[in-house]
């Protein structure tokens, strides 16, 4: 099993910058892919970043260019510098973590993005 813990959600205006960060417990020796997602109001759960274990990184076309992912020298921490924030990133952000074809979840950090 891996918990995943977030924080670094708040109330920020347009324009402005928020860093979460994101720390995985328990069974970490085998996380590979770590990740951000979000969910606004109303809307389905999508993707935002992820980073391999590589380095390797996607990003939602929506954040490109405004969002930074990033892994801690630790295997088990993610990190996700937003910046430029617009009301429309305003959701409750959550840390993913794959182990295999296993997903883990934390339960979420909420952003929102006054304008």
């Known amino acids: 099993q891996v918990q995943l813990g977030e924080s670094g959600g708040g109330l920020v205006q347009a324009g402005g910058s928020l860093r979460l960060s994101c720390a995985a417990s328990?069974?970490?020796?085998?996380?590979?892919?770590m990740g951000w997602y979000r969910q606004a109001p109303g809307k389905q759960r999508e993707l935002v970043a992820t980073s391999t274990i590589g380095r390797n990184t996607t990003y939602a076309d929506s954040v490109k260019g405004r969002f930074t992912i990033s892994r801690g020298g630790a295997k088990n921490t993610v990190y996700l510098q937003m910046n430029s924030l617009k009301p429309e990133d305003t959701a409750v952000y959550y840390c993913s973590a794959k182990v295999f074809a296993v997903d883990y979840w934390g339960k979420g950090t909420l952003v929102t993005v006054s304008s």
């Open positions: 328990g069974l970490i020796f085998n996380i590979n892919t």
